[in-house]
């Protein structure tokens, strides 16, 4: 079991910032590919990002690529999501999951584990 539990959400205003962080306990993070997802009222789950175990290979979905940036510290069981350059669109519930492989958290339907989620909100 890996338990993941996010953290960083809140308001912010269009063309802000916002660190997005997710704590992983159980078994050994860096074995565990890392992926972040939103989900906004009204709509599905959508992937964001996603990085592999190491770090040295990441995705970004086209909405936020060049915007946000995943990152991760294996030392400390973590992943961020570092937001720049919010746009209301970007307001949803952020989830962080974890994945046996890097495809796995490329898609909603693969993630062996997901967190609570975090809320962010982005005024205009």
């Known amino acids: 079991q890996v338990q993941l539990v996010e953290s960083g959400g809140g308001l912010v205003q269009a063309g802000g910032s916002l660190r997005l962080s997710c704590a992983a306990s159980g078994r050994t993070f860096g074995n565990y590919a890392m992926g972040w997802f939103r989900q906004a009222p009204g709509k599905e789950r959508e992937a964001v990002a996603a990085?592999?175990?190491?770090?040295?290979?990441?995705y970004y979905a086209d909405s936020v690529k060049g915007r946000f940036t995943i990152s991760r510290d294996n030392a400390k069981n973590t992943v961020y999501l570092q937001t720049n350059s919010l746009k209301p669109e970007d307001t949803a519930v952020y989830y962080c999951?974890?994945?046996?492989?890097?495809?796995?958290?490329?898609?909603?339907?693969?993630?062996?584990?997901w967190g609570q989620g975090t809320q962010v909100t982005v005024s205009s």
């Open positions: 990085i592999n175990w190491s770090g040295a290979t990441t």
């Open positions: 999951a974890a994945g046996s492989s890097y495809s796995r958290v490329l898609s909603t339907s693969y993630p062996e584990y």
